[in-house]
């Protein structure tokens, strides 16, 4: 299987880069793969990873909830309860962070099409391309959204959206800088890019280690922290306008990280390790589980 070996940082492309911690594929495989980190950016990556061409496989799964709406088991249940209500939060955060009350919104890795639909229900112009044809399936199937491959993002003319989002979504994408710089051209003017990322600065990252869900290797590729993410963004000419903490995420990532650190399910100590991770992250945001980054040109 082809792999990719990192000589330099995937963001800044330093080259003073050191192997930090192994982690498991506790999804698919039960492999162990090399987490490095950049001394530079403080981005950490999946080292020796499967290429685009080869990474396939490894999505293949029904715990893999953001293709499969899967509602098996009580963690997959709480997800799903947990959804009906972010939804309206995510798109009240659009509608304040863009003031408009409707635009044209891009989804990159859309899944399966609940926040596009969301987003449709209230009056806004959606496109959505995701990869995996069973997501785009169900997508299809339960909200009427027709979803388009990854690969058409560098066919969509400048200036083309108010909004584009991606939703613990850029931590899976080979093409990391050909993203961002296309997504700077069509994003409209004025126009913002919002990304959800795991931060694996957090004080529940910190705690669980080599066994925090969030990794979740090979599936992400990066790792990133605030600093990471400003360096990208910054190298497109893209700066943060803010940031928000999800405060949910880690609750939900405690609760799976407790079982690969344990063997067994602990939801007493990952609801007191949530509540942890979330009071630091009440002081700045930058100490969340999970952000989301606002960003504009």
Not at 20 to 49: M, P
Not at 223 to 251: C, N, Q, T, Y
């Amino acid at each position: 299987m082809p792999v990719i070996h990192y000589q330099h940082c995937p963001v800044c492309l330093g080259k003073s880069v050191f192997p930090v911690l192994e982690a498991v594929d506790y999804t698919v495989s039960n492999e162990k793969f090399s987490i490095w980190e950049c001394q530079g950016c403080h981005l950490r990556f999946t080292q020796d990873v499967p290429d685009a061409a080869s990474i396939g496989p490894y999505y293949q799964s029904e715990k893999y909830i953001s293709h499969t709406d899967t509602r098996k088991g009580m963690i997959n249940n709480l997800y799903h309860l947990v959804r009906q209500f972010t939804l309206k939060q995510k798109r009240k955060l659009l509608v304040v962070s863009t003031g408009k009350q409707n635009g044209t919104v891009l989804d990159i890795g859309a899944g399966t099409g609940a926040f596009l639909a969301e987003m449709k229900n209230s009056g806004w112009s959606v496109r959505g391309l995701e990869p995996d044809p069973g997501a785009r399936k169900v997508a299809h199937d339960r909200y009427q959204l027709l979803f388009e491959d990854p690969s058409r993002l560098f066919d969509l003319a400048e200036g083309s959206f108010d909004v584009i989002t991606m939703w613990h979504v850029l931590e899976h994408v080979h093409q990391l800088h050909e993203y961002i710089a296309h997504i700077k051209k069509i994003l409209a003017p004025g126009g913002l890019l919002v990304l959800a990322l795991p931060n694996y600065t957090s004080a529940d990252a910190v705690y669980y280690g080599a066994s925090w869900a969030a990794y979740d290797v090979p599936r992400h590729l990066y790792h990133f922290s605030p600093e990471s993410v400003r360096k990208l963004l910054g190298a497109h000419g893209l700066s943060i306008k803010s940031m928000k903490p999800m405060w949910f995420d880690p609750f939900y990532i405690s609760m799976l990280s407790e079982g690969y650190k344990n063997g067994r399910p602990n939801h007493l100590g990952a609801i007191l390790r949530g509540l942890q991770s979330n009071i630091k992250a009440r002081s700045t945001a930058e100490s969340a589980s999970s952000i989301i980054y606002i960003a504009g040109a």
